[in-house]
C-alpha cells in the first residue's frame, strides 16, 4: 500500500536471537515509523524517523534499534529477541509531522 | 500518561443506518486527528482526518472535532456490511512532535444485513 513494502511479512525465531525487520518506501516521505500491535495494547510507536539519521524513541522502545541509512529504508532490530516481543510490526510513512500516516502491511513475527 | 479512549464495542447497527463513533483525547496540545479502518488481519487503512473545530465530511463519512470537549467522532451514514471492521481514532501528541500518534484501542463496528 502506498508504495510501502514490509519484509519479511512472517518470521518465526527464537529467543535470544536478532532479528531485523525491514520498511522500503517509494514515495520519498520524510518521515518513517515502526509500530506494534497487541491485543488490548492497540497500535503503539516504536521509534520514528524525520530524516536520514534522523532517529527518536516512541512509547515502546526498550530492546528495538532502528537504523536510517537512505531515505526509502528504514530498518527495525530486536538485539536479542524475546517472548514479549511476538507480535505484528507495522511500517508507516507521512510527509509531514501534521499528515497522516499510511502503513505497510505489517510483519507478522512470533519469537519461541 | 497521554491517552485516547475509545469504546471497545462491538457496535451493531442495520444496514443502512447511521454508525456513529466516538473517541476522547487527554492532550489538550494535540492538532491532528485520524480515523483509520482496519479489517481483520490487515494493516490500518486511512478514512478520515481532521485539524479544525467542525464537521468535515467525505462522501458517506464525516469527522467532527470538538477540541475544547476533546472528543472527536466518525459518522458513517449509509452504512453497509463492508463497513463492518475495527475503526481507530488516532491524535498527535501537541505541537512540535515530529508526527507521534497516540492511538486508542478502536471500536469494532458490525454492520448486520
Known amino acids: 500500500d502506498a508504495g510501502i513494502t514490509q519484509s519479511p511479512r512472517h518470521k518465526v525465531t527464537e529467543t535470544g536471537t536478532p532479528v531485523t525487520l525491514r520498511c522500503h518506501q517509494t514515495?520519498?516521505?520524510?518521515?518513517m515509523y515502526w509500530y506494534r500491535q497487541d491485543p488490548g495494547h492497540g497500535l503503539r510507536l516504536i521509534h520514528y524517523?524525520?530524516?536520514?539519521?534522523?532517529?527518536d524513541k516512541g512509547e515502546v522502545s526498550d530492546g528495538y534499534s532502528v537504523s536510517r541509512s537512505k531515505t526509502e529504508d528504514f530498518l527495525l532490530t530486536l538485539e536479542s529477541a524475546t517472548s514479549s516481543q511476538t507480535s505484528v510490526y507495522f511500517c508507516?510513512?507521512?510527509?509531514?509531522?501534521?499528515?497522516?500516516?499510511?502503513f505497510g502491511d505489517g510483519t507478522r513475527l512470533s519469537i519461541l | 500518561q497521554k491517552e485516547v479512549e475509545q469504546n471497545s464495542g462491538p457496535l451493531s447497527v442495520p444496514e443502512g443506518a447511521i454508525a456513529s463513533l466516538n473517541c476522547t483525547y487527554s492532550?489538550?496540545?494535540?492538532?491532528?486527528f485520524f480515523w483509520y479502518r482496519q479489517y481483520s488481519g490487515k494493516s490500518p487503512e486511512l478514512i478520515m482526518f481532521i485539524y479544525s473545530n467542525g464537521d468535515k465530511e467525505d462522501g458517506r463519512f464525516t469527522a467532527q472535532l470538538n477540541k475544547a470537549s476533546q472528543y472527536v467522532s466518525l459518522l458513517i451514514r449509509d452504512s453497509q456490511p463492508s463497513d463492518s471492521a475495527t475503526y481507530l481514532c488516532?491524535?498527535?501528541?501537541?505541537?512540535?512532535?515530529?508526527?507521534?500518534?497516540?492511538f486508542g484501542q478502536g471500536t469494532t463496528l458490525q454492520v448486520k444485513p
Open positions: 524517523s524525520y530524516g536520514v539519521k534522523d532517529t
Open positions: 492532550d489538550r496540545g494535540s492538532q491532528s
Open positions: 488516532a491524535v498527535n501528541i501537541g505541537p512540535g512532535n515530529t508526527g507521534k500518534l497516540i
Open positions: 508507516a510513512i507521512s510527509t509531514g509531522e501534521r499528515q497522516p500516516q499510511h
Open positions: 514515495e520519498n516521505h520524510r518521515y
